[in-house]
């Protein structure tokens, strides 16, 4: 299983799901983005060059067709790699993140954070504003600390080149009805990204998808609410497999 962060933190965002993935028997593994934590940046950043990388991991780590876990960015990443490479993919499950409704709701999550990094502001900085607002009011307090963390440490050259590709994501309804594999859209009943009608719009058009928000939980499910969501996840991953079987 391979855990895929958004843009605003790292593999530290994953840490909860990994522990719980490993004592359940799962083997997970969650990476750092190009460009974030030790791993090397990549030219040009596009999400062509994001699926690249994750595929070059997956193939590095011999482990079969895998379980893909998007946050945010991470599921553009991950429907990317789908699309690309559908052999390599078993189960997708999208936390807080695909297509946005539309380019303007897009705009303006990306432009304000564009013009805080031009205006010289540090990622602790921009983490301290930002997670307080994007949390739902029934947060882990502490899960926000490593999501405040996490941001934290991206490096602010990352950061801007993944806010830059955001807006180039531009998968069709057409090409997304392709992807058949049982996928769970896992949302915050309180995110104010990806809300949760924007999870929905998306469940109407992938074929095998399933939905489902947590409650007083906004844009970081699985830190938020780790038990929920690892609950969640569990249980899609067990009904899959009795599925296949």
Known sequence: ML????????????AP??????TAGYRAVAWDMPGYGRSAPIE????????????????????????????????????EVALRE??????????SGGPALDAHSLDEWVAPRLA????GQSMEQIAQRLVPRHI????????VRLAGHAMGQVHRSAYR???????????????????????????????????????????????DARHLDLPHVGHWPQLEDPDGFDGALLAFLAASERVLH
């Open 44 to 79: 040009p950043y596009s999400f062509k060059g994001l699926a690249n990388s994750c595929v070059q991991l997956l193939q590095a780590l011999q482990c079969g067709p895998a379980v893909l876990v998007g946050h945010g960015l991470g599921a553009m990443i991950a429907i």
């Open 116 to 119: 805080e990094l031009d205006a």
């Open 136 to 143: 739902g009011t029934g947060a882990l307090p502490e899960g």
């Open 17 to 22: 799901q990994v522990e719980t993935l490993a």
């Open 161 to 207: 080149r993944a806010l830059e590709a955001l807006p180039t994501f531009a998968r069709s309804a057409a090409e997304l009805s392709r992807l058949h594999m049982p996928t769970l859209l896992l949302g915050g009943e309180q995110d104010r990204c990806t809300p949760p009608e924007a999870l929905q719009a998306l469940a109407q058009v992938l074929p």
């Open 86 to 95: 559908p052999s390599l993919v078993r189960r997708l499950v999208l936390c």
């Open 3 to 14: 855990m895929l962060h958004d843009a605003d933190g790292d593999h530290l965002t994953f």
